[in-house]
């Protein structure tokens, strides 16, 4: 007899880690705030992941039909700054969430919607970051008619940074993460336009106006920083770690954050382990899969959301001095 394990949280995290566990026969129910299929602040860039973890939570034919992005340029307000490879996917997260949501079902898992739990004995935690006072705010919304020169179209501004990733149906998905000044009167997708136009973003506001911006694809968030989050219990996804989104692993560290959790879920399934001691090794394991990454992160991004050093590394980045394509490594 397996123990039977609840997941609150239905994001990227919660729902890879429910269908690796029902594959193993794990007796599984997942509480979701919300309902799918929904749009969720993301980049929709899916870059890092290793094809292996994919197919150990049992996922990897999620991401049929994932745009393949090779090629990303960096700006900032006074133009192009360097081109460089990538390697990734694009594919939204309306429709990745719902495509999760029926392989778990499909699989004998027990899904339910619109619902708030709280933490306990057999809970893992994946309701993603918790709501702490923060500055910051991120906008996102899908356009059509947007013209990319790249697979991946990064920009940063005075006040923050965004992205332009090609994903599913010729749709290209607009996400930014800005210092929250007060627009009144500005909601939508025009919040996210003036808010790279207060940037100076000028000329990205502009494409942004000629293009279809898709209403109900908008969404925000706030309440929130990144970096290690103050969590507790056996917890996973952006309930631990958040790295700042400007490095384009957030959705890849959500699946490998599953796949750490995996063999910990399993030896307290298995009563191989206590409650205690399965969350224990589980912190650990991904403090040691994601130190590096979440510290680099980290200070890239407060270079690059302060005025003054961001504009020093793109005058070296220019001029050939500094190597961006180089930092991708630590940022994996």
């Keep these: 007899m397996l123990r039977p394990l609840t997941i609150a949280g239905g994001g ?15 007796p599984v129910t997942l509480h979701e705030a919300g309902a799918y299929p929904r749009h969720r602040v993301c980049g929709e860039f899916l870059s890092g992941v290793q094809t292996s973890t994919l197919q150990t939570l049992g996922i990897d034919m999620t991401l049929t039909g994932a745009v393949p992005l090779a090629s990303a340029r960096w700006h900032d307000p006074r133009g192009m700054v ?37 933490p306990g004995e057999g809970t893992i935690w994946a309701a993603g970051r918790p709501r702490r006072p923060s500055p910051w705010i991120g906008l996102k919304c899908h356009a059509t008619d947007l013209p990319l020169t790249h697979d991946l179209e990064m920009f940063w501004g005075t006040n923050g940074y965004l992205g332009l ?41 502009e494409r942004l106006e000629s293009a279809s911006l898709v209403e109900d694809s908008f969404c925000g968030v706030a309440g929130f920083e990144t970096g290690r989050q ?16 400007l490095t384009g692993n957030g959705m890849s560290m959500a699946f490998e954050s ?20 399965a969350a224990s090794a589980c912190a650990n394991d991904l403090e040691r899969r994601f130190a590096v990454r979440m510290t680099a992160a980290g200070v890239i991004q407060r270079i690059l959301t302060s005025p003054r050093l961001s504009r020093l590394v793109a005058s070296l980045a220019r001029s050939g001095l500094l190597p961006i394509p180089a930092l991708l490594p630590l940022l994996r």
């Design 12 to 26: 990227l995290a919660g729902l890879s880690l429910a269908i690796a566990l029902r594959e193993r026969d794990v």
């Design 82 to 118: 360097c081109d460089m490879k990538v390697g990734g996917l694009g594919l939204s997260r309306h429709l990745l969430d719902d495509r999760l949501r029926q392989r778990l079902v499909s699989l004998g898992g027990r899904l339910v919607t619109n619902s708030r739990i709280v």
């Design 165 to 205: 990733a090609r994903i599913e149906g010729d749709k290209v998905n607009v996400c930014g993460l800005f210092k929250n000044t007060p627009l009144p009167g500005i909601k939508g997708p025009r919040l996210l336009v003036e808010m790279t136009r207060l940037g100076g973003l000028h000329r990205l506001a």
């Design 230 to 245: 103050p969590s507790g219990g056996f917890s996973i996804g952006d309930a631990t770690h958040l790295i700042p989104p």
């Design 258 to 277: 599953a796949e750490c959790a995996l063999p910990r879920a399993l030896d307290y399934a298995r009563g191989l382990s206590t409650w205690s001691a």
